[in-house]
């Protein structure tokens, strides 16, 4: 039933630009007799053209991750209140994305600054190609603005880091040794009812593994205190844990292909990919150069236009 979804998806949406094709051919006949008017014509033509550019855009992910959910990991860097009031900026920003698409997004762990802003925040988004956008959105963003929490009123940069990794399902099959496997226990903190502080419902999972390309061992850890039932908070990890050891093996795959791609710019950890400048109102993508000075439609969730972007330069093979 889901691969007939995702080939219905197909057809449908050829069938639409076909049909819009068609009557922007109509409207032109129709503008010749004098039927139609110039504008009435150009919203014919936008019409199609967004229909085709949204289908041309579907057609950049065609990697297996990309139809799966996705996994977001906001760490706020160096830089105190600051820094981690930028990470609520952009968790903020990212909720407003999802909902708009009509995406399903669950907090699986929160971490709130000592003053404002957060520490961390991981997000479980479950949708129709939501790896397959959001991977864009891996690596640094950068912030410079005049910040309220500094006295002087002096411009601060600060930067923080987001990680995104496919959200596996039950059609990807993960072997996880129960032996390198360790939890710990402890009492979730934050809103959810007298029980969540009383319980120790949230879990912290320990993973040791042995890095092929290394050889040296190495730990995931990964904390869930999303449920108040510590069952489904240790079901949940071990999900978010199975998505993280995909993308291990995904990272494995593209490095055998390197050659292949060659030309294809790289997404690794300590790159800058955007810059948001709020004093000059601009939010410039360095990977493709694509700019807005539309900074609150951004922090609104307004970005799919660099999500094209990038997935127009860095998504076909």
Not at 55 to 62: A, D, V
Not at 106 to 115: A, I, K, L
Not at 217 to 237: C, H, L, P, W, Y
Not at 259 to 276: D, F, L
Request: one cysteine or more; aromatic letters at 8%.
């Amino acid at each position: 039933m889901k691969k007939l979804r995702e080939l219905k998806s197909w057809v449908t949406s050829f069938n639409e630009v076909n049909a819009a094709v068609e009557d922007l051919i109509v409207a032109e006949e129709f503008l010749k007799e004098e039927m139609l008017t110039e504008n009435e014509v150009e919203e014919s033509f936008q019409h199609a053209l967004k229909l085709i550019e949204d289908l041309e855009l579907k057609n950049m992910l065609r990697r297996e991750e990309d139809k799966l959910g996705a996994v977001i990991k906001i760490v706020a860097g160096a830089g105190g209140t600051e820094a981690q009031d930028w990470a609520n900026m952009l968790y903020r920003m990212y909720m407003r994305w999802c909902e708009n698409q009509g995406y399903k997004c669950e907090v699986t762990n929160y971490q709130e600054g000592d003053e404002a802003g957060i520490k961390t925040v991981t997000m479980q988004i479950e949708g129709d190609m939501a790896y397959g956008y959001l991977k864009s959105e891996n690596g640094v963003h950068r912030l410079v603005r005049v910040s309220p929490f500094n006295a002087q009123g002096k411009r601060m940069t600060s930067f923080t880091s987001v990680f995104v990794v496919p959200l596996v399902d039950d059609t990807i099959e993960i072997e996880i040794n129960p032996a390198n496997l360790t939890w710990d226990t402890f009492r979730s903190s934050g809103a959810g009812g007298q029980n969540v502080n009383k319980v120790e419902t949230g879990v912290r999972l320990h993973y040791k593994y042995k890095d092929e390309t290394t050889g040296k061992m190495e730990e995931i850890v990964i904390e869930n205190t999303e449920s108040r039932s510590q069952f489904g908070n240790k079901d949940n990890a071990l999900r978010l844990l199975k998505s993280q050891l995909y993308e291990i093996e995904l990272e494995k795959r593209r490095a055998e292909t390197a050659k292949i791609e060659s030309g294809k710019k790289k997404i690794e950890w300590g790159s800058q990919i955007r810059s948001y400048v709020f004093d000059d109102r601009r939010v410039k993508d360095h990977r493709t150069n694509y700019q807005t000075s539309n900074v609150q439609g951004v922090m609104d969730g307004d970005i799919d236009d660099f999500i094209k972007a990038y997935l127009m330069e860095f998504g076909e093979e």
